[in-house]
């Protein structure tokens, strides 16, 4: 993975670069692509910088952001990121029945 690092500040916080970047999700917010992280220190949590496939750029702590599922990796779907697709709204009506089913699991 290539990616860049930037220390900044007297106080040395570090942003690093994402290369290529990692599909997640941020809870409450949706999935997208993390581009960086922003590591203030040891008493603080990492800050995923996330492009969400809203089109929207959040700054994410740790603690709200999760892996996506990778059948390859063995990694499962997240428990939390399920409970958050359950939740969301159901697709506009004017959907098939086949397009309804794939957006409900995205």
Known sequence: ?????????????????????????????GNGYALGLIDYGQEHHLIWVTALDSGEIWCAPNPE?????????????NPLVAAARATRDEPPAELC???????AQC
């Open 65 to 77: 952001v999760r892996m996506l599922a990778n059948w390859t990796m063995g990694r499962p779907v």
């Open 97 to 103: 029945t086949d397009c309804r089913t794939a957006a």
């Open 1 to 29: 993975m290539a990616y860049a690092a930037f220390a900044l500040g007297k106080r040395g916080f570090m942003f690093t670069q994402l290369n290529p970047t990692l599909p997640l999700h941020v809870l409450g917010k």
